[in-house]
């Protein structure tokens, strides 16, 4: 481990008159902006595709950190895999497939209340899942539903 002093060092210079300059450094890359080897990249698909399956969405994880450790891997993988693979962070795709799973719902159970619906797809706040929702669907989580069940036949009594 290099210590203070010497890292001054490295980064400092003295010229004649005593006085400290800056040296340029070369980049090198963090750890973070390495690139996972394509082993861990390929564990991590599985792992998702194994989360997918079991319907994983559904958890109540709040931080990408957590998820990450579920799935096996670290957040630089997790946030590398879903950068150069999917195109969204995490966050945003776990989203989605919420919202998916909710529009499902609702769509298939009339009679089930928005706000159960939100809590069984893993959305701990009613209200950000009716924002979100109204976001992504244009239209609120019972509108949804309205609509759903009067495009399946009619399925429940509405109140015209």
């Known amino acids: 481990m290099e210590t203070l002093v010497g890292r001054l060092r490295r980064i400092f210079s003295r010229k004649k008159n005593n006085e400290l300059t800056v040296v340029r450094q070369a980049h090198r890359p ?3 902006a390495r690139q996972p080897s394509a082993w861990r990249l390929e564990r991590l698909e599985k792992a998702l ?6 319907q994983g969405w559904r958890e109540p994880v709040r931080t990408v950190g957590e998820a990450a450790e579920r799935l096996g ?3 630089g993988t997790l946030y590398a895999y879903f950068r150069d693979r999917i195109g969204l ?3 945003t795709w776990r989203t989605r497939l919420r919202l998916e799973d909710a529009k499902r719902m609702l769509a298939d159970n009339p009679l089930l209340p928005p706000a159960d619906a939100a809590r069984l797809c893993g959305f701990s706040n009613r209200s950000n899942f009716s924002r979100q929702f109204l976001a992504y669907t244009g239209q609120t989580p019972a509108e949804w539903q309205r609509d759903a069940g009067a495009s399946s036949g009619g399925l429940r009594n509405r109140p015209e």
């Open 73 to 75: 891997t670290d957040t």
């Open 30 to 32: 963090s750890k973070r």
């Open 49 to 54: 595709e194994a989360w997918q399956a079991r």
């Open 89 to 91: 962070d995490f966050r």
